[in-house]
């Protein structure tokens, strides 16, 4: 949180030495595409968006690579439905500030295990995802109009956090082998928990035109993000406990560097498409595992996969403005390994054993984008 702190401080430095205008260009759609523009002054752009993978979306057959290969998951894993909220707000000349609230369901069910008897056993692995920050357009070509897009740089700096609930359910039984038996009345509660993560970024953004309806940015930045995630059980018998009880800790860095485009198809219709590679660097992990039978193979360490150490991600939205306030559009989101980068907690031993796959989701989107009274 101090580094946090200390860009925010640098933020405030440069919003008091320096006086950009910086107002996004007609037409344009600032949720979710980045770019080195800000809304003007008083101006502000929310939209709340469906998320969606099942079988009759899912046209590249992402969700089927969660199942392949993997036998502790079966039926409709990898189907997602959620949805987000995402507000920006423009502040002052050249500076805006943002808020994004994500939900989603991941659909997970986990094939019966050989060691252990379980019940009412969670099939979806819900989280909550938030961010906020700022953006300073710090530089801006002197002569532009607002029709068309223009020269301009600037810094961002957002902070970021997800958390999931609780994923478990209650034993009845647990079989040391074939002769031994453990019968718990009533069943014990077990689950995946502490799953969390939390980090601060910071990216420099130039943006430039390359003619009347069509323009480019560019970004690079650099962050820090710390993941947990653990299991446990009620189970009184000490030797049961402790052999269900691990935690893992993940402190990382993380470098980002992408390329976007806005193209005005017509004035009404943007299509904006943008890539980012992330890199995770100096990954300092703090892991207590259990290589006990009894454990589901599900919640077991073993199944964490720390190779995955990098990311491509890839999105592409399309507009239509249905007044010059409304618009509304659909956005294809494609992410070459899962969540690595994005969503740190995700590589727990559940999910952790696929965060190497390719995996994306398709979202509508409904947003509203007013000026300041004059």
């Known amino acids: 949180m101090r580094k946090v702190s200390a860009g925010l401080l640098s933020l405030s430095t440069l919003i008091l030495a320096a006086g950009a205008h910086a107002q996004q260009p007609l037409g344009w759609i600032g949720n979710g595409h980045t770019s080195a523009y800000t809304l003007a002054p008083g101006e502000f752009e929310l939209s709340g ?82 961010a906020w920050g700022g953006k300073f357009v710090f530089y801006e070509t002197a002569s532009r109009t607002p029709e068309r897009p223009w020269t301009s740089a600037a ?59 069509l323009a480019i940015s560019y970004w690079a930045g650099y962050g820090e993000q710390d993941s947990s995630s653990g299991t446990s059980t009620e189970i009184e018998q000490a030797s049961l406990r402790n052999a269900f009880l691990q935690t893992f800790d993940v402190s990382e860095e993380l470098l980002t560097a992408g390329v976007s485009l806005n193209w005005q198809i017509t004035q009404r219709l943007p299509l904006q498409i943008g890539y980012e590679y992330i890199r995770i660097n100096n990954r300092d992990a703090v892991i207590q595992s259990s290589n006990s039978p009894l454990v589901p193979s599900f919640l077991r360490g073993s199944n964490l996969n720390a190779s995955a150490d990098h990311n491509h991600t890839l999105y592409g939205s399309l507009n239509w403005w249905l007044s010059p306030y409304i618009y509304t559009g659909i956005t294809g989101k494609l992410y070459r390994n899962q969540y690595t980068g994005i969503m740190p907690h995700f590589n727990n031993p559940l999910s952790g054993s696929f965060s190497d796959i390719t995996y994306g989701h398709l979202e509508l989107s409904i947003g509203v984008r007013f000026a300041a009274l004059q």
């Open 49 to 130: 968006s469906l998320l969606r993978v099942d079988d009759s979306v899912d046209v590249l057959d992402l969700r089927e690579d969660v199942l392949r290969n993997n036998n502790r998951l079966t039926g409709n894993s990898g189907d997602l439905d959620g949805s987000r909220g995402h507000l920006r707000l423009g502040i002052w000349r050249g500076l805006e500030v943002f808020y994004s609230r994500q939900q989603q369901d991941l659909t997970l069910k986990v094939a019966p295990s050989a060691r252990a008897d379980v019940i009412n056993l969670d099939q979806q692995l819900q989280t909550t995802s938030t």
């Open 155 to 213: 810094l961002q700096v957002k902070y970021a956090e997800n958390k999931s609930d609780d994923f478990g359910g209650f034993l009845e039984s647990l079989r040391f082998d074939a002769n031994i038996n453990i019968r718990l009345d009533p069943p014990q509660r077990f689950s995946l928990d502490r799953l969390q993560d939390d980090g601060w970024q910071a990216q420099l953004m130039f943006s430039h035109g390359l003619g009347e309806t």
